[in-house]
């Protein structure tokens, strides 16, 4: 390894002159593609559905499709790892519903709900009752809260109440009619302005300790980023009773990374974070207080107070309390979750975590340890019945998991009830089914000794969604409900406790998704009668199609195909693909998807190529199998091998033409594209969008890649394709966001490569979005990104040396 230093450190020297040339770039106007594309894009979206508490209504949300790029590129504080609008103290670029309808499900009956004028309303929230919700609207200058009735449907804003939810959730129900909210802080005055002159440099400083960092976006710069910070992530806790509209303010403002009420409504659990801050780590890092507040918002009790977490290791955790909460079936009783091994999956221990329980008063009570977990404890969920918990403990470096049934009564008895390789899709046996309690806590839904599961169940005829009834004391697994083979139907809710009544979202390749209520004695009643948005699709054939590598490996794609089709006919085609690791063989094989389902397109997607006269290799699998500290060493060889096999695949059924084959990705699907061009002839362009290209620059792990630069110098450098720009002989369209927020897709990784290529003779184009981050929204900009990969398309693909064998 010594001998490569010298090696690393004369590319680095390379790269760096290379950076200080300019780019060139010159600023177009926004494009738009082909009408037939557009018809599509602008389809109406159906509306999401959310079920009532008391399983009794449903609400109907329509969302934004596209917003406009003045909304993308409106005001933004990039701050902590966070987008903050200055504006509204809210976060930027919000979700919003366009609108809200109620459904009652017993007959259908539907009431229109009536939103403020010109709303940007959030999605809505239930009462712990159902009966009635709560929404936010988000006006020019601040969050606004209302609240409205399911019986009626009739909405009103709460007067006096200004939202913070710049940091963390700014409302939540706690009881039927009293939600916990974050203000404003009243009086806060203007934010703090910039300094015209500065006052000195910026200094960080480190103190020898390691403390290795994955390469994040949009940390803090200065004391001004920090004082920003203070300013608009602060907020005021407080009770609104929805009746009357009353504001009780509780405690002092802070930055709440949480805020929780007990189950008795006693106490409260709250962390907040506070300095010092950090320039490297995002604010989940930062230092954190975690304390019980009385009634009132006066502090009881001091859990722990969290040092920045800038010693983690990779792939490790937190030291100290985390995941601390309430158990929901007990007054005030905290649960929380500790390392036994300084947080280190390195380490050689016998348990790696511990549950930890504490009871109040707290402060004079000690806690009790209730029980250990061999692996790294990753889920807690506490059944609606019977003192009982599930644990799941994941074993990372085998990728195993399994879950225990852990009596609060007998936790020295454990009972594994079912674990499986983390990456069996085929063997998955689902999620348990969840509801709220009164008092706003998630539980495990309990019929007796049944609990309920739902899954996605793959199989090799693709996805078939089930609903599984598990036993708690024999561990026999009855199956409820599994979607038929050409249809794709998941379980939304259940309808009815013991589960003999549940509701499901229907679609097949020809029927768009509807919901319907179904019975367990095979009784369906539709529920909703959603049209076709966009007929022309229907036209547009798909299929699953599966294949072996040459090693044995199984692969697939979902295979679409234009409208009017001609058998044996062979198109221009594009693989768009993404890659994964896995430890072996057997689970790299296993198929994932469905081709049963409604086809719909929206975005920036790939299928629109499939409405242009191209076959498309949808999901083309792209797995890198080997185990977890050097499956790596091999990802250049076996991208290839499997691009090679999609391509035979595809020519050999008689839709591919092996000279117009592209390739196309985004983020580590756009850094597989780059690698398939340097290190193969197999495609004649390629088109990767949001990628990072130069692993020199994310030098601290990243994907499932835990080895640093420093341990791997030749992996890192055999997987840039940046350092082998001279190698990319076919024409790349580069697209990336200039306000990209993924952790190592910084911007200027699209624009060195391009650089890189330009220097070396090659054909390639960069489109740098104004204002967009990792993954993009404005309909320009959808607009504009169809348009170019379109074009891009046409120019070396399409009518490029067409082979008519």
Sequence with gaps: MMAMIPVVRSILLSAAVLFATTSGLAQETYKKPPQAVLDVLNAPLSPDLAVSPSQDFAMLAVPETYPPIADVAAPMLRLAGERINPATNGPHRAQYVVSLTLKRIADGVESKITLPPNARAGRPRWSTDGKQFAFTNTVSNGIELWVGDTATAKTRKISGVTLNAAYGDPLNWISP?????????????????????????????????????????????????????????????????????????????????????????????????????????????????????????????????????????????????????????????????????????AKKVSHRDRIVMLKAPFSGVPATEFFKTEQRSSGLAWLEKGRMSLITETDRQRKRTRTLLVSLDKPAEPRELWSRDTQDRYGDRGAPVTKITDAGNRVVVQSGDWIFLRGDGASAQGDLPFLDQFNLRTSQSERIFRSALGSYETVVALLRPDGSQFLTRYETPVDPPNYRIRSRSGEIQPLTKFGDPTPALRKVSKQLVTYKRPDGVQLSFTLYLPPDYKAGTKLPTLVWAYPYEYNDAETASQVSGSPSRFTSVSGASQLFFALQGYAVLDNAAMPVVGS??????????????????AIDKAVEMGVTDRNRVGVAGHSYGAFMT????????????????????????????????????????????????????????????????????????????????????????????????????????????????????????????????ANVN
């Design 177 to 345: 009619q009293t939600l916990l909210v974050r203000l404003i802080p009243t009086g806060r005055g203007k934010p703090p302005a910039k300094p015209a002159v500065p006052l000195g440099p910026n200094v960080q400083e480190t103190s020898g300790n390691a403390g290795p960092v994955r390469t994040y976006e949009d940390m803090l710069e200065s004391p001004h980023d920090e004082a920003l910070w203070d300013y608009y992530t602060a907020s005021q806790l407080a009770f609104v009773e929805v009746s009357t509209g009353k504001i009780t303010p509780i405690g002092k403002a802070a930055i709440f990374a949480s805020a929780d009420v007990s189950p008795d409504g006693k106490y409260f659990l709250v962390s907040t974070l506070h300095r010092p801050y950090s320039y490297l780590h995002p604010a989940s890092q930062f230092p954190r207080l975690v304390e019980v507040w009385d009634y009132t918002g006066k502090p009881v009790h001091k859990l722990a107070d969290l040092p920045l977490a800038d010693k983690t290791p990779i792939g490790g955790v937190r030291t100290g309390p985390r995941s601390v909460q309430w158990q929901p079936l007990e007054p005030s009783t905290l649960v929380w979750i500790e390392a036994l091994d300084d947080g280190n999956p």
């Design 628 to 645: 977890l500290n050097v499956v790596n060493d091999t990802y250049i060889q076996q991208i290839v091998m499997d691009a090679k096999a």
């Design 674 to 801: 780059a690698n398939l061009l340097a290190h193969s002839d197999l495609f004649r362009a390629g088109i990767a969008r949001s990628g990072a290209y130069n692993r020199t620059l994310t030098p601290f792990g990243f994907q499932s890649e835990e080895r640093t630069l420093w341990e791997a110098p030749e992996t890192y450098l055999a997987m840039s394709p940046f350092m082998f720009a001279d190698k990319i002989k076919s024409p790349i369209l580069l697209i990336h966001g200039e306000a990209d927020d993924n952790t190592g897709t910084f911007p200027i990784q699209s624009e060195r490569l391009y650089q890189a290529l330009r220097g070396h003779g090659a054909t390639a184009r960069l489109v740098m979005l104004p204002a967009e981050a990792h993954g993009y929204q404005a309909r320009e900009t959808i607009e504009d990104v169809l348009y170019e990969m379109l074009n891009w398309g046409e120019r070396f693909l399409k009518d490029a040396g």
